[in-house]
Structures are given as C-alpha cells and as structure tokens.
C-alpha cells in the first residue's frame, strides 16, 4: 500500500490528490494520497508521525515551503538552493526535502516542446523573483546554451536572484515590455492574472517574436490575460497546468522510482 498526502493551508481545492490517483491506478498498485490542512503549530507532530507510521512522503505547499526544512533531517540541492520544499521523502527513516518546480518546469516544456531543447543559444525571460521564479531559474540555468533574464516589480529581489545565475539582465517591468523581441522563452511566474484577479496582465506582449514561446505557470484560470493575449498574436503558449501535473509526476518518481508514462501526463492536461 502507497500512501502519500499534501500538507498546506488552505488545501482543499488541491488538484494534487487527483493527479497522484490517476499515477497509482497507472500503475495498478493501492494507494492513497491525503489533504493535511495543517496549522504551523501542527508541523513538529506531523512529521514525527510520518516517520512512525510510514507514510512514504508528502506534498507541501503554501504557507509552509519554507517553515517545513527545520523538521526535515536532509535537503537536496534546489530545495537547499531555494530555501523551498515541495517534496518530502522517508528514507530509512529520515526526512528527505526537495523542490520539483523547475525540473517540472523543464518537464513540461520538453514535452510540449523537444526542439527547445537543440543546441541553439536561447534568450529566456524570467518575469518575478519569488519562490516559482527561482525553481524555474535555477533549473533552466543548468542548461549549458540558455541564458536567463529577469523583470520583477520589486528590483532588489531581482539582482538577488541573478547572482546564482550565469550572466543575466535585469529590467524593470516597463523596459522588459521593450526589450522582449530578443527572447526565445517568456515565462510569467507571478500572481498576477490567478484567481480571483483574472482581468490583470502584468506585462503586454506586443513585441514578442512570432517563433517564441509564452508561458504561464498560473493554472486556475487555465488561459490567463496573459497566454490570451499571446494566443491572439499568434504566439505558441505553454499552460501553468503542465507545470503542475510534470512537478506532481517528479514527486511520484523520487517516492515509487516509477515514472508516470507520458501519454498518461498528455492525458491529463486536458
Ligand atoms: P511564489 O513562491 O508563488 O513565487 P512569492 O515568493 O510570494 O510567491 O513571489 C510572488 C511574485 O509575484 C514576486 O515576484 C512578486 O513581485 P515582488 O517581488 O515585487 O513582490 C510578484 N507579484 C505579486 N503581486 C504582484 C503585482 N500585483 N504586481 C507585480 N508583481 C507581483
């Protein structure tokens, strides 16, 4: 019996449950995936009762992806780098933490995307700097022919993220809508444009080039303002529910060693 669950607060709209339901019944083995809607006082119990009676590991979301590490015996490198876990395993009783955001992110963009992925030199647009924003930068950054640049309201918290990546620019909000013809890869990794704010749209896409790719990792609503308007010029878009379902299937691996067959994950994004 595989028994996984989700922590977080509130977690009740999660699609998590139903994404792991679909990975067991593939598999054909019994299993359960469980909502913890957990106060921060409740963490230090939680975990210890996970390393009691066996469940194989958990999600975690907001608020607690940072508060989780102190109850955690290991990370590995981008949950470490981030400061930021989604993932927790039991490994001979120790509590492993790690981050699947932005080798989902990759995930997800392969394959949608293959030739993305050739040996040509790629300009990629980061806009935002919180927690999504570095998964994704980190991951991306490791890919030897990408460069990343970022645009963030908050400019300090932009430079912070670019002293772990490779040469990188950073915009204000207002130059990144100027500069955007040069880059091959637009990722939006903001709030803004989620619900219950559908009608905003941090940047216009005007001058995005017609063989680049747009990209938004806000799910609910599926199409934003902003892949809207992508869409509208004609621009290929790549859907924050990808990212979801490719970061939730990473999971399923690092707990079962099994690898959601891709059809299944095709599937699900409908
Ligand atoms: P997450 O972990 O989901 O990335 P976060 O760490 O709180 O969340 O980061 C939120 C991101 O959305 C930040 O880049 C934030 O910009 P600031 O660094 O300036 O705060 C951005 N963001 C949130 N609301 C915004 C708004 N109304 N306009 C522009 N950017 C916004």
Do not use: C
């Amino acid at each position: 019996m595989y028994h996984f669950g989700l922590i977080g607060n509130p977690i009740k709209h999660s699609k998590s449950p139903e994404l792991h339901q679909h990975f067991l019944k593939d598999f054909g083995v019994n299993g359960a995936y469980e909502l913890y809607e957990l106060t921060h006082a409740e963490l230090d119990a939680f975990t210890e009762q996970v390393k009691q009676d066996g469940l194989m590991g958990f999600n975690v979301t907001a608020p607690y992806k940072a508060s989780i590490i102190p109850y955690l015996d290991r990370l590995d490198f981008y949950a470490q780098e981030m400061n930021a876990v989604n993932t927790v395993k039991l490994m001979d009783g120790q509590l492993v933490g790690y981050n699947t955001d932005g080798i989902g992110y990759i995930e997800a963009l392969r394959q949608a995307k293959s030739e993305f992925f050739n040996q040509t030199k790629k300009k990629i647009l980061i806009i935002g700097a919180g927690g999504a924003a570095k998964g994704i930068a980190l991951a991306l950054n490791d890919i030897e022919n990408f460069t990343i640049d970022i645009t963030n309201r908050t400019e300090e918290k932009a430079i912070e993220l670019t002293k772990k990546l490779k040469t990188s620019q950073v915009y204000d909000l207002t130059e990144a809508e100027e500069h955007l013809g040069k880059y091959d890869l637009i990722i939006q990794t903001t709030t803004v444009g989620m619900q219950p704010n559908i009608d905003t749209q941090i940047i216009r896409l005007d001058r995005v080039k017609p063989q680049a790719i747009v990209s938004d990792i806000v799910y609910q609503p599926k199409w934003t303002k902003f892949l809207e308007q992508a869409d509208e010029l004609g621009i290929e878009v790549l859907f924050g529910i990808d990212m979801l379902i490719h970061q939730a299937a990473k999971s399923f691996e690092i707990w079962t060693g099994h690898r959601p067959n891709e059809r299944l994950l095709e599937w699900l994004k409908e």
